[in-house]
């Protein structure tokens, strides 16, 4: 079956409801990288492995988050690219897990399902969120163009002030977007239902992922790395102690998730610490495409 989505004409990916499915995809795509036979540009929105992540109460699979940081090291290994594009995407539907209403969210989880990829928007250190105002039936998200970058994915998560004091993200089609030139980025109008109320754990939680699947890009980097030439034995320490913090912020997160506990924002703070460190001191002598 082959469906249209905002003007993308792609047929609709495989469901995988178990973690067999996800080892079992990995696996075919390794396969097809190995003997070049891959497209990189449509092979997430063609895997199945964008929705591996969506919440079993709106139709997700049941998967932990130890298979899912498994997922970005594989794919690490043979496509520096389409890791960094799976990796933030899944930071981006973490920020949605707890934001919006559900509603909302099942429309948003409706577009992976189909293929569409999504992306966290980051903003400069100190630079003030674009603002959202009403605009007849809509929202315009004032400046919203400036923090817009050419992306290869299909949607954008922009952080937003609003009139009130709620904390908002709006969530951008950027293939809709193209369309326009530069200046009429300025201000973009916003549909009311991609216009969510920021959950009080969103950040928090989408900062964890971020450092949980960096962590998990290097390990599938350096893995790549060892396959042509033996490690040092300092390195091979480092990389079980990364083991190690991968498989703990795994189980943590399993929590957060399943049982929806109350936050440890210092709890959150150490694991993040721990996370980044570990990382960095294994990507010091293999160092990565991505972004510290």
Not at 86 to 111: C, D, F, N, P, W
Not at 184 to 192: E, K, M
Not at 205 to 217: I, Q
Not at 271 to 278: E, F, I, P, Q
């Amino acid at each position: 079956m082959t469906v249209s989505t905002s003007d993308r004409l792609r047929p609709v990916p495989p469901a995988l409801t178990r973690e067999c499915d996800v080892v079992a995809a990995l696996d075919r795509l390794e396969s097809l990288a190995t003997s070049g036979n891959l497209d990189q540009s449509s092979v997430l929105a063609a895997s199945g492995l964008l929705a591996m992540s969506i919440p079993a109460s709106f139709g997700g699979a049941d998967i932990s988050n130890l298979i899912v940081a498994e997922a970005v090291s594989r794919i690490a290994t043979w496509s520096t690219t389409v890791a960094e594009r799976l990796l933030g995407h899944l930071v981006a539907l973490e920020m949605i897990r707890t934001s919006g209403s559900t509603e909302q969210r099942k429309a948003i989880y409706a577009r992976v399902v189909l293929g569409d990829v999504f992306e966290l928007s980051s903003r400069r250190e100190g630079a003030a969120l674009p603002r959202l105002v009403r605009s007849g039936l809509a929202f315009a998200l004032e400046h919203g163009g400036s923090v817009l970058a050419n992306s290869a994915v299909d949607w954008t998560i922009i952080g937003a002030s609003s009139a009130g004091s709620e904390p908002m993200v709006a969530i951008l089609d950027n293939k809709h977007l193209l369309v326009h030139d530069e200046d009429a980025l300025s201000d973009l109008i916003v549909h009311p239902d991609y216009v969510l109320s920021l959950g009080e754990k969103a950040d928090c939680l989408a900062r964890l992922m971020t450092a949980f699947l960096k962590a998990a890009y290097i390990r599938g980097h350096v893995n790549a790395q060892m396959r042509i030439n033996p490690p040092e034995p300092t390195i091979a320490v480092e990389v079980e102690l990364l083991d190690g913090m991968i498989q703990k912020a795994a189980s943590l997160i399993d929590v957060i998730q399943v049982d929806d506990p109350a936050i440890d924002l210092e709890q959150i703070d150490r694991y993040c610490r721990s996370l980044d460190t570990a990382r960095l001191r294994c990507s010091a002598d293999h160092p990565p495409a991505i972004k510290s």
